[in-house]
Nanobody, 124 residues
């Protein structure tokens, strides 16, 4: 059974940092990509960073580039998201999702496997 579990969310002041983890099980980790999405109340779920385990390629949306860093620990089947210089507009529930193949796709509806999410709240 494919499982994804996020952890590391919390409450932080603007300018602070958090590190999220996505721990995967039930599939061959190296064969897929993991994408981070977030969803704020009243807004659509949006993708903002992904990593392909097969070739290590990473991608960032403009609104997080330079502040967030995605990495993987393939030995532990884990994807990490280091979030620095957090802003109140980063407040959302953060989800990781597994791709259907070795490369990530953008649209949330193309993902079948999701974690339960972890809440990130940034106070001003």
């Amino acid at each position: 059974e494919v499982q994804l579990v996020e952890s590391g969310g919390g409450l932080v002041q603007a300018g602070g940092s958090l590190r999220l983890s996505c721990t995967a099980s039930g599939f061959t980790f190296d064969d897929y990509a993991i994408t981070w999405f977030r969803q704020a109340p009243g807004k659509e779920r949006e993708d903002f960073s992904c990593i392909s385990m097969s070739d290590g390629k990473k991608h960032y949306a403009d609104f997080v580039r330079g502040r967030f860093t995605i990495s993987s620990n393939n030995a532990k089947n884990m994807v990490l998201l280091q979030m620095n210089s957090l802003k109140p507009e980063d407040t959302a529930r953060y989800y990781c999702a597994r791709s259907q193949g070795p490369s990530a796709t953008k649209a949330a509806e193309t993902y079948v496997y999701w974690g339960q999410g972890t809440q990130v709240t940034v106070s001003s």
